[in-house]
């Protein structure tokens, strides 16, 4: 049988919902907290800063075309240091792929099914993105280019429809305390729609079609996602303005509340919900796919396959445990998630990067295999 | 759904690979898969039988918590 490959598109879009998946509900409130009426700023300082980090991660999978992220990691690092640093970025993986259900099931029994136990939700959500991993990475790849087309057509419906209500002087005064707010809410920022892209160097090399055309599509969906996090910050400011905005735990579920055509178009923000659950089942199933296959890496295994029903369980087990509250993984995302994020997803690319450059560059690794 | 009908789903999950998978490992003699394996099933029906058993269950999130305390003055500067 032929060897199918993801295509460049396929790429552009998987990229896009590792990068928006966890962040484009949540984020604004944390940010609209830091940055007050400047946030909007703060997701354009956050693309513009972002833009190094992804273009190393290319560059690196485009030095190493037959290598995966795990392997570029060990081969540039050398042994011992190597596994350390692999074994960091695969934990943050499996931590991660546990986090996300955590999030639908408390979205869940939050805004709309308060009876239904959280856990129930997050079985049948596993469930979904366990079977996808099963049918391999390009049946889910394929499909995530239908479901990013549906997500993101619902985002801008409930964008437009939205815009009427704006209120410019939500806005004002502009950068009233200095540029300084600005980049602190980029920071956390990032930690959501820049860290998580590393994800997408477990399939960027050695599975895609063309390399050069793959890594102009990561770059192209991470702009796309910057862009949709810009508007769903900015209109949240817009419309609610920040106080609110701040306060809320779903800024932009409580937006598109806000939507009112006429009296037939009420009570629509679920569009914004549906939008926001395709996304997280593309994150989910990165997610758990680099995992599973990160840890047959680390421990060189030669089937990943085998390990994908005994992570689901594990998945699923941890999806109520990891966050006792709502308090609790408030806390936990801003002191813990922002600079363990941070360290993995952009800071150790970037020392990669120059380790590269220090270690001999072309010349050494041209033709160098796992050591 | 009460936290008894989970836990025997979670036991019969568990059970229901390893009767299936764990043979035909054994028998592609695939015996670091089969560690892995065996490691990531034990670890998941630990925690569910903590879990619906209504037991205090070790939470790695407050192990990255301990890990990253010193960082928290950090964080709190941004955050002002």
């Avoid at chain 1, 991660?96 to 955590?102: K, N, V």
């Avoid at chain 1, 001999?360 to 160098?368: A, I, L, P, Q, T």
Wanted: some cysteine.
């Amino acid at each position: 049988m032929e060897k199918t490959k993801v295509t460049d598109r396929q790429m552009c879009f998987l990229t896009f919902g590792v990068s928006l998946g966890g962040s484009v509900l949540v984020v604004a409130a944390l940010m609209a907290s830091i940055a007050k009426q400047d946030a909007w700023l703060g997701a354009v300082a956050t693309v513009v800063l972002g833009f190094p980090v992804i273009w190393a991660l290319v560059f690196l999978g485009r030095r190493f075309p037959d290598k995966n992220y795990i392997e570029c990691l060990q081969t540039v690092w050398g042994r011992p240091i190597g596994y350390v640093v692999s074994g960091l970025s695969v934990y943050l993986w499996i931590m991660l792929s546990y986090h996300i259900p955590w999030y639908v099931g408390n979205f869940m029994t939050s805004q709309s099914m308060p009876e239904t136990p959280a856990y129930v939700i997050n079985l049948v959500f596993i469930a979904a993105v366990t079977v996808a991993i099963r049918y391999g990475l390009h049946a889910f790849s394929r499909a995530s280019e239908i479901y990013t087309v549906i997500s993101a057509s619902l985002f801008l419906i409930a964008a437009l429809l939205i815009m009427p209500n704006s209120k410019i002087e939500n806005l004002q005064p502009v950068l009233e305390n200095g540029l300084s707010p600005v980049f602190e809410s980029a920071f956390f920022l990032s930690t959501f729609i820049v860290c998580p892209i590393y994800t997408v160097m477990m399939v960027y090399p050695t599975e895609v079609d063309d390399p050069k055309a793959a890594g102009k599509g990561i770059l192209i969906g991470f702009l796309f996602s910057g862009i949709i996090s810009f508007f769903s910050i900015i209109l949240s400011i817009l419309v609610l303005g920040w106080p609110i905005t701040a306060n809320t735990r779903y800024p932009a579920f409580r937006l598109a509340k806000e939507i009112e055509l006429g009296t037939i178009f009420t009570r629509i923000e679920f569009i914004i919900f549906f939008s926001w659950i395709l996304t997280q089942f593309i994150i989910n199933t990165m997610l758990f796919y680099s995992a599973v296959k990160g840890i047959a890496q680390l421990f060189r295994l030669k089937d990943h396959n085998k390990l994908i029903l005994p992570f689901a369980l594990v998945d699923f087990v941890m999806s109520g445990i990891v966050f006792p509250d709502v308090f609790y993984q408030e806390n936990w995302i801003t002191f813990v998630w922002a600079p363990f994020a941070f360290i993995i997803g952009a800071v150790i690319p970037l020392l990669t990067f120059i380790l590269y450059f220090v270690r001999g560059g072309k010349k050494k690794f041209s033709n160098s295999h796992l050591s | 759904m009460a936290d008894w009908v989970l836990l025997i789903m979670t036991f019969a999950y568990g059970t229901v690979l390893c009767c299936f998978e764990i043979p035909s490992m054994i028998k592609q003699k695939q015996y670091r898969e089969l560690a892995v394996y065996i490691v990531l099933l034990a670890a998941g029906t630990f925690f569910g039988f903590m879990k619906f058993s209504g037991k205090t269950v070790p939470n790695p999130s407050d192990l990255m918590q301990w890990i990253f305390l010193p960082l928290k003055g950090v964080i709190q500067i941004l955050l002002e």
